[in-house]
């Protein structure tokens, strides 16, 4: 346990130290929560903070934001850590707490980390929380449904923070620059080039946008007093080439599209270069295990059911772990994406029925399929001559589902690609039977 003062200085403090921002102004992102007529804004400035926990990737402003609220709201500010804070210290703070109270002091408790709190830790803060002898504010990158006790989970309200986006971050560093916090005293040039190399290899986190600067900036040869700092600085402090990769921009969308091709090509080589090319560029891994998840259904699909598990599978993997470590995973997941048998008959049969949707958004459904659940809609002949499946021998009915107008329309076609063959085979035996039925 740690009491600390929002304001409080230390010599060689690190810059995302120095930087963090000490009221909502200078705080950035996070506009869907303290924009303008949001809902945590607006509990900040009328001073009606209840316990609540901050859910979102590092480096995104969790406990910056804590600090924030309790400056604003002129609270006592105290820190716990799930490796130090046993039981009985958190009884002694929470006694404190209560002392303070009835002298009008208001007490914010932050746990950072709070997934890593063990249950009877968590239960040791729940009476205090009911009593409202504390505000609690827990920060967590873990979803606080799995990993937070249900009964302090339930009072407590959860705000989901998001990444970083590349103009907040570029905003943040400029400032570091400019700021007497900062390098203002410094004479430092950088092009906004290379403040968006940094900003794009920091995927969102502000904390290590900041620590990149600080060491780039430490490492520069400082010449008559003067600082410049050019993208081929850059690269070779952090031994990661930028590649002409631009997270938003078309090279993006190039390498992204290669490794798609590549995969769609069974060409394992070249799908494991363009994701290496993406990796070490700086991409964010959950979103090249989006990508693969719907490169499994959409061009292996029923040809290989285990596809989209693996996909799955691997975006957990990397959710969790993240980079370094996933490089491997999603290694693993474009290898057997690239080898499996591929078949893109689910994308062609929502494609087809989709446009088919769009021009028929006013037929009915057909009476025969309708639920019937009152007396009105069974006199209306809703479910009136509905077949049930499983009671017959062959646990199948000639009925027809579709709208009279696209009576007969065919979207699924079965390739005849791996697993699909079988799929096939049981579509071609369903619909010679219930031709016979009609007949």
Not at 113 to 135: C, T, Y
Not at 404 to 421: A, D, T
Request: charged share 25%; with cysteine.
């Amino acid at each position: 346990m740690y009491q600390s003062s929002l304001f409080e200085k230390f010599e060689a403090e690190p810059l995302a130290y120095r930087m963090r921002p000490t009221n909502l102004t200078e705080f950035v992102g996070q506009n869907h929560l303290i924009g303008n007529g949001k809902i945590l804004r607006k509990m900040i400035e009328t001073d009606n903070i209840s316990s609540m926990i901050f859910w979102g990737p590092p480096g995104v402003g969790k406990t910056t934001l804590a600090r924030i609220i309790a400056h604003e709201t002129k609270s006592k500010f105290i820190t716990f850590s799930a490796v130090t804070s046993g039981i009985k210290e958190i009884k002694k703070v929470m006694e404190e707490a209560e002392n303070s109270k009835t002298l009008g002091i208001k007490t914010i408790v932050f746990i950072d980390e709070i997934h890593r709190f063990n249950k009877a830790q968590q239960d040791a803060f729940l009476p205090f929380v009911e009593k409202g002898s504390i505000i609690l504010i827990g920060a967590t990158t873990e979803n606080p449904s799995f990993e937070i006790n249900n009964a302090l989970l339930s009072r407590c309200r959860v705000f989901v923070l998001k990444s970083l986006e590349e103009k907040d971050i570029i905003d943040l560093l400029k400032r570091a620059l400019t700021d007497k916090r900062g390098y203002k005293n410094k004479n430092i040039i950088i092009k906004d080039e290379t403040l968006k190399i940094i900003a794009n290899l920091a995927n969102g986190d502000a904390r290590s946008a900041l620590t990149t600067l600080e060491m780039v900036i430490t490492n520069s040869e400082d010449t008559n007093g003067q600082i410049n700092i050019t993208k081929e600085t850059l690269e070779n402090l952090l031994n990661k080439k930028t590649m002409l990769y631009d997270k938003n921009g078309e090279e993006h969308y190039n390498i992204i599209s290669a490794l798609h091709k590549s995969m769609r090509n069974s060409d394992p080589d070249a799908a494991v270069y363009w994701l290496a090319r993406m990796l070490e560029a700086g991409e964010n891994p959950l979103y090249i295990a989006r990508r693969i998840t719907r490169f499994a259904s959409e061009d292996i699909g029923l040809a290989d059911t285990n596809a989209l598990n693996v996909a799955i599978n691997v975006y957990k993997a990397c959710h969790y772990i993240g980079i370094p470590e996933c490089n491997v995973h999603l290694t693993e997941a474009v290898i057997y994406m690239s080898l499996a048998p591929k078949s893109n008959s689910c994308d062609i049969a929502y494609r087809l029925a989709s446009y088919d949707a769009k021009n028929t958004l006013a037929e009915p459904v057909p009476l025969i399929i309708r639920n019937a659940p009152t007396k009105l809609m069974k006199d209306l002949n809703y479910g009136k001559g509905y077949q049930f499946a499983h009671d017959t021998k062959e646990k199948l009915t000639p009925m027809e589902c579709l709208p009279k107008s696209l009576k007969g329309k065919e979207y699924y076609k079965p390739s005849i690609q791996g697993n699909e063959v079988r799929f096939k085979e049981r579509l071609d035996k369903i619909k010679a039977w219930k031709k016979t039925q009609k007949n």
